[in-house]
C-alpha cells in the first residue's frame, strides 16, 4: 500500500516559522501533483498549495506570500514552507500525492496520515 510519511508539524507562536516534509516511496514509478491540504478545527478541508512535475505551483488565495511550496523530485519529496504563522493556521495538514499506478497504468490519489499544526498567541 502506497503511504505518504509527514513530518515536520509542532507547536509554534505566532509569527514563527515550521517547514512541512512530506516523502513518497522511492519505488513510486511516477508521481504527477504533488500537494499539501489542512482542515481546521469544525473546517472543511482545504486545499493550501499544489505544485505540478512541472513545477508550476496554485496556492490557495489568502496564503501566497506567507506558505512556499516545493518539491524534490530525486526524494520524492514535497515542502511546505509556512512563515508569519498565525493561529488561524492552526489544523492538521495533509500531504496528498497523484501516483501512478503500474497495476492499473493510470494516477491514484493517495495521503498522508496528517501532521498537527499548532499556532498559539
Known amino acids: 500500500q502506497v503511504r505518504l510519511v509527514e513530518s515536520g508539524g509542532g507547536l509554534v507562536q505566532a509569527g514563527g516559522s515550521l517547514r512541512l516534509s512530506c516523502v513518497a516511496p522511492a519505488n513510486a514509478l511516477s508521481i504527477d501533483t504533488m500537494n499539501w491540504w489542512r482542515q481546521g478545527p469544525g473546517q472543511q478541508r482545504e486545499l493550501v498549495a499544489s505544485?505540478?512535475?512541472?513545477?508550476?505551483?496554485t496556492y490557495a488565495h489568502n496564503l501566497k506570500g506567507r506558505f512556499t511550496i516545493s518539491r524534490d523530485n530525486a526524494k520524492s519529496t514535497v515542502y511546505l514552507q509556512m512563515d508569519s504563522l498565525e493561529p488561524e493556521d492552526t489544523a492538521v495538514y495533509y500531504c496528498?500525492?497523484?501516483?501512478?499506478?503500474?497495476?492499473?497504468?493510470?494516477?491514484?490519489?493517495?495521503w498522508g496520515q496528517g501532521t498537527q499544526v499548532i499556532v498559539s498567541s
Open positions: 496528498h500525492a497523484k501516483i501512478l499506478s503500474i497495476a492499473t497504468m493510470a494516477f491514484n490519489d493517495y
Open positions: 505544485m505540478n512535475s512541472d513545477g508550476s505551483t
